[in-house]
């Protein structure tokens, strides 16, 4: 009998003692949840920005683009962005098929980017994201006077105003590095992939506004200059 009020009393100091236990990790645990819970707002703001790469190769070779983008911050994790440009082309192929190559058009992309840091409060960031684009487009395409080797006809031909249109998907990973105050500077690398296009009656354009030469896949990227708002 006193054998068993004594595991009865063991059994109960024990119980008692795992009840005040798990009760102290409840309230530590709270604390802890408490101190850690984030109180940054949803929306933070947005960001505008102006890719360089784009503007240099236009100004150093005959194509290239415009472009800027419009980035919301939502709670420093996710960023919905739009991005549009005007691309040019002004190409003369002198080696192959002496033809000239003119186009001038606008594009436009949407997609989101994920913060990728641990902190993800920090002023750095690594991201990465995808896109939907499209452009709508029209090309010139022309050959200036080239007799016929053989029977010196004259075969130049010139085609105005041909409609074409495409649409692609990005996959984008990048940078964006704070320098001071509103300033940061980014990078991105961007693998593109064609999902759908229209050519015109002569065949494949040499040139795609936004996407760049033709192609089904490309690989691309961009150097921005980015403004917090």
Request: hydrophobic share 40%; net charge neutral; aromatic share 14%.
């Amino acid at each position: 009998m006193i054998f068993r009020l004594n595991i009865s009393a063991s059994i109960s100091r024990l119980a008692i003692s795992l009840l005040m236990l798990l009760a102290a990790g409840g309230v530590q645990a709270q604390k802890i949840f408490s101190l850690q819970k984030d109180s940054i707002p949803l929306f933070r703001g947005f960001q505008v920005s102006f890719d360089l790469v784009g503007a240099a190769q236009l100004a150093l070779s005959d194509y290239g683009q415009y472009e800027g983008a419009l980035r919301l911050n939502l709670h420093d994790q996710w960023f919905p962005i739009i991005e549009a440009g005007i691309g040019k082309a002004n190409h003369h192929d002198d080696e192959v098929t002496e033809l000239n190559y003119k186009t001038t058009a606008p594009y436009f992309r949407i997609g989101v980017d994920v913060n990728l840091m641990k902190n993800k409060h920090a002023d750095n960031r690594l991201y990465g994201g995808f896109r939907y684009a499209f452009t709508s487009y029209k090309v010139d395409i022309s050959r200036d006077v080239f007799p016929d080797p053989v029977w010196k006809w004259d075969t130049s031909f010139g085609v105005q105003d041909m409609q074409c249109s495409q649409h692609w998907v990005e996959a984008v990973f990048g940078i964006d590095a704070k320098i001071a105050g509103p300033l940061h500077l980014g990078w991105s690398v961007r693998y593109k992939r064609r999902i759908a296009h229209k050519d015109g009656d002569i065949g494949q354009t040499w040139y795609v506004p936004g996407y760049g030469t033709y192609g089904d896949t490309k690989l691309g990227g961009t150097f921005n200059v980015i403004i917090d708002i």
